[in-house]
């Protein structure tokens, strides 16, 4: 898991550091309703995403080397799981980080917002999250999905954000995430990979039914 997560970082370096705050919000990300809402939001696109799919939607490949909306469900699923392990059963665990490790992972939410949604840049996902036709349909994909996401919302409700704050662990393109910041690095993933999904359903060939 600790290597997945290490070069699932060391991919987005150039897309996360590059991206700088926008002019203007609509939120402030720096509290557990924003971080509430949006694992709810990206929860609900991808589902919406892949909900109502023929057999012939769900595994058609736009070309030879770019994925089905079946092999991006199940490589949104399997990065759940990793981040989550990550989160609650390495981050969480970690000592109290010291203000100086607090004092590094201050205003970085836009970052990871921007960053990380980014699809101008591409590359190949780690080994581990690379599909290997786990899921027979787009329900089995939502079921497993659901159940690492319903937690993950959970535990942000039920975590105090000064709790999610006090935590700090790496490795990310940024360096150190404190808890909060890694649970948005999770959403925004799924989000990013949401879009991939819209684009394959955007191709021309994509089935009819």
């Known amino acids: 898991m600790k290597r997945a997560m290490l070069a699932l970082a060391v ?3 150039t897309l996360v550091l590059a991206a700088e705050p926008a002019a203007t919000t609509k939120a402030e990300p720096k509290d557990s309703k924003f971080l509430v809402n949006y694992l709810t939001q990206t929860q609900k696109d991808f589902l919406k995403s892949i909900d109502g799919l023929s057999e012939a939607q769900w595994k058609f490949k736009p070309a030879p080397d770019r ?11 399997l990065s759940e799981d990793m981040f989550g392990e990550n989160i609650t059963g390495k981050i969480l665990k970690t000592p109290a980080a010291t203000a100086e490790q ?5 205003g970085l939410e836009e970052k990871i ?11 190949k996902a780690p080994e581990k999250l690379q599909p290997a036709s786990k899921f027979a349909s787009a329900q089995e994909a939502a079921k497993a999905f659901n159940a690492r996401r319903e937690a993950h919302i959970a535990l942000a409700k039920g975590t105090p954000e000064s709790e999610l704050r006090s935590h700090v662990s790496g490795p990310s393109p940024m360096g150190d995430l404190d808890a909060y910041q ?7 993933h799924s989000k990013r990979h949401t879009a991939q999904i819209e684009e394959v359903r955007a191709d021309p060939n994509f089935p009819k039914k």
């Open 182 to 188: 890694w649970m948005i690095f999770m959403a925004a």
């Open 67 to 77: 994925w089905s909306v079946a092999e991006v469900a199940e490589h949104i699923a």
């Open 11 to 13: 991919l987005l370096p």
């Open 113 to 123: 917002l921007q960053g990380i949604t980014d699809r101008t840049h591409k590359f």
């Open 102 to 106: 607090m004092a590094k992972t201050q």
